[in-house]
């Protein structure tokens, strides 16, 4: 059975950091390439950033660019978002996902899915 459990959400203030983890199990974590997306209240679920299998390369929303890094630690099973200058604007639900297609920005394309983590920016 395949399992993403997000942790790391949580409230921060504007200008704050946050660092979210996704732990899998059940799947061949290195053949799966990783991303994470976003719902904000009132909103679709949208792309936030993904990292290829082998974690060479990384993409990014433009609203993720230059302040979230995604990473991933094959050998824990692990894929993070780190997330820094934080905006009320970030807040939402993040979901991590899974994929083996290519097109890492499309939501259909992942097959596994976390529950998601709560991430709230008071201004």
């Known amino acids: 059975q395949v399992q993403l459990v997000e942790s790391g959400g949580g409230l921060v203030q504007a200008g704050g950091s946050l660092r979210l983890s996704c732990a899998a199990s059940g799947l061949p974590f290195s053949s799966y390439s990783m991303g994470w997306f976003r719902q904000g209240p009132g909103k679709e679920r949208e792309f936030v950033a993904a990292?290829?299998?082998?974690?060479?390369?990384?993409y990014y929303s433009d609203s993720a660019k230059g302040r979230f890094t995604i990473s991933r630690d094959n050998a824990k099973n692990t894929v993070y978002l780190q997330m820094n200058r934080l905006t009320p604007e970030d807040t939402a639900v993040y979901y991590c996902?899974?994929?083996?297609?290519?097109?890492?920005?499309?939501?259909?394309?992942?097959?596994?899915w976390g529950q998601g983590t709560q991430v709230t920016v008071s201004s």
């Open positions: 990292i290829i299998w082998r974690g060479i390369m990384t």
């Open positions: 996902a899974a994929t083996r297609r290519d097109t890492l920005r499309n939501q259909h394309d992942y097959v596994y």
